[in-house]
């Protein structure tokens, strides 16, 4: 057994889905599009003899179920060390980088020889059965800009991905419960998904995964008015926006919310999938 | 239609393989394992307006046919420029590198608007058609230590990954033929090859991918003389080292070569599979 081992995950912006519940978790999951990007979670696992695993983010000891669900899977009693940069519960996928960074800690920390999509694929039942989230984890793994072609772990899905990359900004004002609206009535947001998913695989630039990501917001009907005024001030100074599923957050290529006289965060998108530190 | 746009695509060195023939090049190609690495090709592609395209490598033109392929598969007429540290001929996938490359960067410059397992696809088909390679391309594009699981491109095959990485240490003695040994009797390869490839999905780590490797080389009657030296001189000081397939060139974890007493060229698995700058 080894020490501890850390594992960087990057963020993952969702710009549209539609859900695909299945029984089984690792089959489950969302077909869609997003960024993954520069700023992500930095996760460290140790071996712990205390009876019960114990989770911290930014120093704060918080309950992540999915990252829970991972330890016991791998049978690895660990203290899990998360840091990051984002902001939790606001769109950006830190639920399911700290599950596959768990994964991929845990897994050289205990030895468990698994192979990388075993790993991804316990991150990510982990993370569908929380109900935290359904397409990050496959995303976190594969990095660039993937575009989700069918749901599930890395057994069934079918990943392609957008041969671009760019200079993301981003704003937040706050949370949006990923568990409250994938609960809800999702019908008009499966439409809205498979329609902007149509535009992207029929062209796949950046340009029209921003244009398919702003039709999405609107058609699923998750736009706050804030988000909305902010996605309208970016176009008004050329710039290309939309929001990002599910928080109360604004993305931006480029300098489009700089432009706009926002001060953003800044950050781009990522070559590589989740690695080993 | 941009100025110019560059692509890097890692190095691939193949531990072991087994060849998979099949009429569509799309769906031909190899199982095996093997290391991307940080050395790799930069690749720029400018638009030309002369009959014939240009295809530099390190300042001499060149022919490369999956580069030809690539360019007329997507209707550019480009000059070609392309860099790197690495040896040609010598088992580092550079032909894969390059038609990788230049279907990155030419749907960038002419704004093709393919996706990115559609040029994948492209530059795979094109270099198995051209006899020089099997499977480079995909790892290329994948990154990390890929397990190729199925052959062909990404619509027909099947990737996973070792969850690690590593310092590598290489030296190359000379080439030899991919085209040759690919277009002679392959079933003992094969055979060897199927054995590698159950050890490394029974136990995906590092030290399991280079034990089936040696043993792939010895199997399948590659080894030359200095290279299974080389190799001995490398365990016999604690080492892990195998054989680039294909080519006389010696590979090996962490500081295997200079422990041996070798001064090798130093690089480090590579996380990301091949990206536009």
């Not at 330890?71 to 690895?76: K, Q, R, V």
């Not at 008015?225 to 290529?253: C, K, N, P, Y």
Request: aromatic fraction near 4%.
């Amino acid at each position: 057994m080894r020490d501890e081992a850390t594992a960087f995950v990057p963020g993952h912006i969702t710009g549209f889905f539609s859900a695909h519940p299945h029984d089984d978790p690792t089959k489950a999951g969302s077909r869609g599009a997003g960024l993954t990007l520069t700023d992500g979670v930095e996760v460290t696992v140790e071996p712990t003899t205390a009876s019960e695993p114990t989770v911290v983010l930014d120093g704060d000891e918080i309950e992540v179920e999915p990252v829970r669900t991972v330890l016991e899977t791998l049978d690895a009693p660990a203290r899990v060390e998360a840091e990051s940069d984002l902001p939790l519960g606001a769109g950006f996928g830190i639920s399911g980088a700290m599950a596959l960074g768990t994964a991929l800690a845990a897994n050289r920390v205990f030895e468990r020889t698994l192979s990388t999509n075993e790993l991804v694929t316990i991150a990510h039942g982990a993370e569908v059965q929380a109900g935290t989230g359904l397409g990050d984890v496959v995303a976190q793994a594969h990095g660039g800009i993937p575009v989700r072609l069918e749901p599930g772990g890395p057994q069934d899905n079918k990943l392609d991905s957008i041969p671009a990359r760019a200079r993301v900004e981003y704003l937040s004002f706050g949370e949006l419960s990923t568990a409250d609206v994938l609960s809800g009535d999702t019908d008009r947001l499966t439409e809205a998904g498979r329609n902007a998913l149509s535009r992207v695989v029929e062209e796949p630039t950046l340009l029209s995964f921003m244009y398919a990501s702003r039709l999405f917001a609107r058609e699923a009907g998750l736009l706050t008015d804030r988000v909305a005024e902010t996605i309208a001030e970016v176009a008004a100074a050329d710039g290309q926006a939309s929001m990002a599923m599910l928080g109360e957050t604004v993305f931006a290529l480029g300098t489009g919310l700089s432009d706009a006289g926002y001060e953003p965060s800044v950050c781009a998108t990522h070559p590589a999938g989740a690695v080993l530190k």
